[in-house]
């Protein structure tokens, strides 16, 4: 017989996914096109009829001017192509010429040239090598006049305007997919782009051939086991209100099956981002996807927990968890501030100061029974602000997690855990300015990691200056030719141990403008130093520039390597680090798109060819603490063959606050042998544990309060 408790609950778990999508697709059903970066064709609409109404011959001319721009942003480039010509042959007609007043007409002309070739080499004939800088043969424009008549217009603007570094950019982007640069550039408007110095690794992109490569925009990635077979598998986000989510599973044998219809997750759709974690302890890690950043006031959407059924389907229990509200966000992050085994949640939300909207961030607090209590308000951590990061980490080492928040437009902000007898009495206390960690004032994505391997965690901070996001090209230049800029770079923050971070930034080569939005970090040859790959970019078509790899030296400076394979000039959103066929090297899965409805891309697979160093994957199982065991802190202590020592230090979580990495270790251990001892703090307060000589070179399972780890057997295999 079923208890009246247990009838509620299937009741209230039947349907759960079906009411989500329902709502979602009234919310798309219903959307403001005018509040909405990517509803630019029915916008188009909209500023049509008002051309048509349009009282006077200014108005018409400003309303008609929209209207192409929307078609552009929309992806009628042949049409919008028209009507700025029409408009162009206008002003000639009246011996109106390139000018200031002017120059916004020519500038749209020359991008949506470049976008259409674009759009029919890299999106309706794409390769593996479409749209990465420098450009290879294979990856030059067969479909010529879309760039042909960009750099005819990119010509006459730089005539006009010499000083203009952006069009001076794009011109050279445009000669690039002819595979006419640098020989053919005129020397005046030359921009030199780094090319490969001899390195001995070059990664191939390969979703394509694996069936990987979705279209879609802007978007999130998380990687993780959620099959349980032992093999890494993706599932991916696309910015639309009508964009599905896809989940890929691993079929550890070099393939990847769609599984999305079978997982129960048609009708899931739309989100910026993803976050997971195994939030019910159940083994099987859940999805989080975060919705309506960016849109305020547009932006009031819900977000969605999916939890994993342990049979290869999800299930949306947003509601039913007391997790459902409606605000703007596209960061969050998972960890048992309170120490009690469950993980809780914390979600940034987007306030825009003077708007009179607000959109508290939430904390809430895992009741242990599947729902969560939003708590912030007890801790002071219901904020109103333009929230971008949000990440935890263990600045002081003292088995708490602390929050740090990227606040956009305002100093970050950095909460210590000061603990408490029960979570009702629980304290943060915020340090961010004694700390020194409050820049940049206009920041995005952000995370904690131990990047010089001493024990104790940094931080890392991105720089987005969202007054300048149409000149990401010439920030660009100027970087290239050596010239200073006027925008704040991302901040490199170096624990000092004592609750005060450094900014080492310029020391290691960090000092730069990147305007990044998705990135993450691993490492590219198991150095066992973390590198960071950051996704740049901006809704306007004119901002393609390279997304940017950099590689950790030894934790003393940071080398660029962009150039091996990496550069992708589509905007880069999501990233994750993985190694997807478990043979010890972590590959890259990287979401590209823009936010306009035309602004699609092909998301990237880079297959990372391999090293000669060593490494250990650890997947670890909390007991007393969360199931994920995230919050874990792990050293590896190594020996070489001449008995040299040495500490890696690593950390469970997902990386950064744009793109979800597997909650397994990866650890790179360099060119040492033998792996001494392994010791993992777990997050509960029992203490750490200690493992001596484990394997190299294997993925181990530890258990908290087991005495050994165990081998996992899942073969590695090539890709197909």
């Known amino acids: 017989m079923v208890s009246c408790t247990e009838d509620k609950r299937e009741i209230a778990e039947v349907g759960g996914t079906e009411w989500m ?206 099959s349980g077979n032992g093999y890494l598998d993706i599932f991916t986000t696309s910015y639309g209100l009508r964009d599905q989510c896809r989940m890929f599973f691993n079929n550890g044998d070099g393939s990847f099956t769609d599984v999305t219809e079978i997982a129960g997750l048609n009708g899931i759709v739309s989100g910026l981002n993803v976050i997971h974690a195994d939030y019910n302890n159940s083994g099987f890690p859940d999805i989080f996807i975060l919705r309506g950043g960016w849109l305020n006031p547009g932006g009031n959407h819900p977000n969605s927990l999916l939890r994993n059924n342990g049979d290869g389907t999800f299930t949306d229990v947003t509601r039913e968890a007391g997790l459902l509200s409606f605000h703007p966000t596209q960061t969050a992050a998972w960890a048992d501030f309170d120490g009690d085994g469950y993980l809780d949640l914390y979600i940034g939300n987007e306030s825009v100061p003077g708007s009179g909207v607000s959109h508290p961030n939430e904390l809430y607090r895992n009741n242990g029974d599947g729902t969560f209590t939003n708590v912030a308000h007890l801790y002071g951590l219901n904020l109103n602000l333009f929230t971008k990061g949000v990440v935890w980490g263990d600045i002081n080492n003292n088995g708490l997690p602390d929050l740090f928040l990227s606040v956009m437009g305002g100093p970050n902000l950095l909460f210590a855990n000061r603990g408490g007898n029960s ?90 403008v990147l305007f990044t939005m998705g990135c993450n970090f691993g490492d590219l040859t198991n150095s066992g130093y973390p590198d960071f790959y950051a996704g740049t970019g901006a809704p306007d078509f004119r901002t393609i520039v390279p997304n940017r790899m950099f590689k950790n030296v030894e934790g003393q400076y940071f080398e660029e390597v962009t150039q091996l394979g990496f550069g992708h000039i589509q905007k880069g959103h999501g990233i994750a680090f993985a190694d997807l066929n478990n043979n010890g090297s972590q590959d890259i899965y990287a979401v590209q798109g823009g936010a306009f409805e035309g602004d699609l891309a092909y998301n990237l697979l880079f297959e990372n060819p391999g090293n000669d160093n060593n490494w250990v994957h650890l997947v670890l199982q909390g007991n007393e603490s969360n199931r994920s065991a995230i919050g874990a802190r792990v050293k590896i202590e190594v020996v070489d063959d001449k008995g040299n020592h040495k500490a890696f230090y690593k950390s469970v979580n997902t990386g950064g606050s744009f793109g979800s990495n597997p909650l397994r270790v990866e650890a790179g251990l360099g060119a040492f042998s033998q792996i001494k001892r392994i010791t993992v703090k777990w997050p509960s307060p029992g203490g750490a544990q200690v493992f001596e000589n484990p394997p190299i070179n294997q993925i181990l399972s530890i258990r908290e309060g087991e005495t050994s780890w165990k081998e996992v057997n899942s073969s590695s295999f090539s890709f197909i």
Not at 147 to 158: D, F, G, K, V
Not at 442 to 454: L, T
Not at 467 to 491: C, D, F, H, W
């Open 423 to 512: 979570y009702q009495d629980w304290q943060f206390e915020e340090i961010g300015a004694d700390a020194g960690v409050q820049s940049p004032i206009q920041s995005f994505p952000a995370w904690f990691f131990d990047f010089d391997n001493d024990g104790y965690e940094d931080l890392l901070v991105f720089d987005y200056t969202t007054s300048q996001i149409t000149e990401l090209g010439a920030e660009y230049v100027r970087e290239l030719k050596g010239m200073p800029s006027a925008n704040e770079t991302l901040r490199l923050y170096r624990n000092l141990g004592n609750e005060r971070f450094e900014d080492v930034s310029m020391k290691v080569g960090l000092d730069k």
């Open 21 to 226: 999508v329902s709502v979602l697709d009234s919310i798309a059903e219903h959307a403001d096109p005018m509040v909405n970066y990517h509803m630019n064709l029915r916008l188009a609409e909209i500023y049509k009829s008002r051309f048509e109404n349009a009282s006077n011959s200014s108005e018409a001319t400003a309303f008609f001017f929209q209207y192409a721009q929307q078609l552009l942003n929309g992806g009628d480039i042949s049409t919008a192509i028209l009507q700025f010509e029409s408009m162009l042959q206008s002003m000639q007609r009246q011996n109106v010429g390139l000018n200031a007043g002017t120059k916004p007409l020519y500038d749209l002309l020359a991008i949506a040239y470049l976008r259409m070739g674009e759009v029919q080499n890299c999106v309706e004939n794409p390769t593996s090598l479409s749209c990465i800088v420098p450009l290879q043969p294979e990856g030059f424009h067969r479909a010529r006049a879309g760039s042909e008549n960009a750099i005819r217009y990119y010509e006459n603007i730089l005539r006009a305007f010499p000083d203009d570094k952006n069009s001076k950019w794009l011109l050279n982007v445009a000669y690039m997919t002819l595979g006419k640069h640098p020989q053919e550039v005129p020397p005046k408007w030359l921009v030199e782009v780094p090319s490969p110095k001899g390195e001995s690794f070059e990664f191939e992109e390969i979703a394509m051939k694996l069936g990987l490569g979705t279209l879609g925009l802007s978007g999130g990635v998380a990687i993780d086991d959620f």
